[in-house]
């Protein structure tokens, strides 16, 4: 009776949909829902979304895309399973649980991320997510005062992404239809690595065949050679041993993953077997590890072999792009090296195999420039590769202190370049913790490990001047503290808006939000330079080289050096008027910050307007397969682990500061550039550079919201939370830290900070006004330049 009443629901709502939706999807949709009630109970929502609308109404005006603007061929099901997740009170996002989309044939994977749409005055961001972790990553990127992280802190279902990243991922042991073979990317593999591989195994072959109990494997060697030194189109393959097992269970099958020798199969299973299907036993043979000849093959020509594989997959996982070939040299010397020879083949095939054989290689191309996505445990490689050169360069740089082997000025250049990636798995740590934590949380570690990267330089290079009795290092922290400013608000927005511009013709942003961290830049500019200004308003003018061309002293004199003393020299000006007027804003300054955070999270959220659901858009029709629930995910960090490298990251960091202070000295002394230019370049913007690469990626995804408050906030948080702590750093251990600025710092940041008022007027961007940035970026850089040193170096 309730099967009969399910059936009959079910066949009334087809006949439903095939009046007022779309028939062929619905009736899919209800038919699939029809096998499914048979055997448990569903509860069956269907979405708010669906309406009827007048049949004047139904389509778009526009010619190029007709679609129905009722969604009245999606339904939502609910498993029983917690699919809508409650926000706490903190989160001003929602999160919806995943449609069902009926399509003619199939499910399509579904694509995630940011959509941004103008709604009357405002601009709505709805956002999509795989799950509830996820949501909370995307939905911390549209806060203020939160670190803006562009990558995925948890793991993504390999079917769901596109077929250029799932080639990426995969082993190189599948056959597929043949494109072009003669690329650049093989004649340039042939030139690096294939002529050497190929010598390699034709001298180990000659090696093989003297021992005269090594033929087989000389053979081996012979045939391995002529692959290595051209592989592409030519497939390695392996006689399967268990015709039978395969045949049976996969009557159809091409090439499969080769069964485990554990598994049975079921007395039922012959009734799938065809009745043409052969079944063979292949000969016995004599067992791989009782032969002599292996341990020869062991001893002589896998070691030469393994360490030729070993630096040939070194080298081409170090170029990133030709990751291919490093996963050909590792699959060679784990399996293929290893097996007996009689059972590698090396065959040209254009079409899968069948269960006779299974496919252990085979490579189609050896360069492939989409590999600079590609991840490790969610980390980018391009960070993995950079990891061993901060071991490498703490190895060196705390051993060889004598610089006997290697100068002061490679040390700096490697301890600088050792920032970045640490800075990358900073961010990846704070992004972690955040989306898997509450607000309160989120926002104590933004707040703490959000500066660390520059906070640890700072103090270092403050110690060690304050050591050396000079106060260089304090002005090379001041032009490192201003070119952070410069870059954040000029390069990092401008680089953004070009690239991106050069894919959407025009891009557009809440003005109202970001005019929120317009102003809070006005604000945090306004008091770092107030002292500057009060000192240059009631200090004193001080001049130096001074002559006077007339015999008479009372003439005037002509002086090479005149600028207002901003030092603490000026003890009545400075202890009276200027101090306390520093302490006062360095109280203000993180009081403003505070406030801001207030009102953009929880008085006036709202401005934001931002709903995250992973509810693809329902004009492509796009939902994950299968209406599987949100849930939480599997991140590829947990909290515990995200807190460890964070701590081990923040330790590499201070130690990568202060051999980077320790060797700046030399590069100082000596360098005809000036000091400034090199405080605002280099040591400003190394740490930024994930930074830079976040905004442009939110850039090309049509999301230059996001790419313009990477740059805004980390402006903020140097001004607002960098420049008070290391006021109350320098307040318990006097290092000298004096908050007066040169006069190149003050009208350069006050400049910059009009000008990208100027262009964030109007909500759009395009690829002029990211140049007009970046130009005006470049012009200062062309200032500090040319400008001379300054007075304590």
Known sequence: MYNFILNVLCKFTCIFSDVICYPTQVMLMNKHLMETLKGRLFHINVCSSLSFVPSDTQWD?????????????????????????????????????????????GTTPCHYGEEVWQDGSSLR??????????????????????????????????????????????????????????????????????????????????????TIIGVPYGKLCWKLSCYFLWPFGKSILKPRSLVRRCCVKFPHCEAIPEESDSKEVKESTPLLMPPSVPIEV??????????????????????????????????SWILVFTIPVAKMNARTLAIILLMPPEDVHIHRLKKPQGCDSQVLLCCYHAFNWYYYKYTLDGINVFAVNLLPLVITTLVVGYVDTENQFVSSEAKFAAAVSSIIPL????????????????????????????????????????LRGHKAGTKCYEEIVKAALTGTLLGCILFIPGISMIIGGFKHREQRFNSRSAGVSSALLFISVGGVFAPTLFSKAYGSLVCAGCSSSQANTSGPFTCMDCHYDMSGSNEPLYLRHIEPLVYTISVLLPSAYLIGLIFTLKTHSHIYDIQVSDVHDHHQGQCPPGGASGG????????????????????????????????????????????????????????????????????????????????????????????????????????????????????????????????????????????????????????YFFAPSPHAC
């Open 282 to 315: 292949p000969p016995q043979r004599t067992r791989y590890w009782c032969r002599v000849s292996t341990y020869v093959w062991l001893l002589l020509g896998y070691p030469l072999l393994g360490l030729i594989h070993s630096l040939a997959c070194f080298l």
């Open 632 to 783: 939480h995910g599997t991140v590829h960090w947990s909290r515990l682990r995200a807190l460890s490298v964070l701590i081990m990251a923040t330790l590499l960091m201070a130690a990568c500061a202060d051999l980077t202070t320790e060797h700046i000295k030399p590069i100082l002394d000596h360098s005809a550039i000036s000091q400034y230019f090199i405080g605002v370049t280099v040591l400003a913007m190394v740490p930024e550079i994930p930074e830079i690469f976040n905004g442009i990626q939110f850039a090309l995804q049509n999301n230059i919201s996001l790419s313009l408050e990477v740059g805004n906030c980390i402006a903020v948080q140097v001004c607002m939370i960098q420049i008070p702590l290391l006021i109350l750093f320098n307040t318990f251990y006097d290092v000298g830290f004096v908050l007066l600025f040169s006069d190149l710092h003050l009208w350069a940041s006050i400049f910059s900070v009009i000008v990208v008022n100027y262009i964030f007027m109007d909500g759009k961007s395009d690829y002029f006004q990211g140049t007009a940035l970046v130009v005006v970026y470049l012009i200062l850089l062309a200032l």
């Open 61 to 105: 005006h526009d010619p190029r895309v007709y679609r129905r603007t009722s969604q009245c061929d999606r339904l939502c099901v609910d498993i029983g399973s917690h699919v809508a997740e409650t926000p706490s009170p903190d989160v001003s996002h929602q999160y919806t649980p995943k449609c069902l989309s009926a399509h003619k044939g």
């Open 423 to 462: 800075s990358y798995y900073i961010g990846m740590g704070i992004a972690s913790i955040s989306a898997q934590s509450n607000f309160a949380v989120g926002a104590v570690v933004n707040a703490t490990f959000g500066s660390i990267t520059e906070m640890t330089f700072y103090i270092t290079a403050l």
């Open 125 to 210: 961001t709805t956002i999509r997510a795989e799950n509830e972790v996820e949501a909370n990553k995307l939905a911390n990127n549209y806060r203020f005062g939160f670190r803006k992280w562009k990558s995925h802190v948890t793991e993504r279902p390999i079917e769901d992404r596109s077929d250029i990243v799932r080639e990426l991922y995969s082993e190189l042991n599948f056959v597929r239809p043949q494109g072009s073979l003669i690329t650049c990317g093989n004649i340039a593999y042939l030139i690096l690595f294939g002529w050497w591989i190929s010598l390699a195994y034709l001298l180990v072959c000659v090696l093989m065949f003297l």
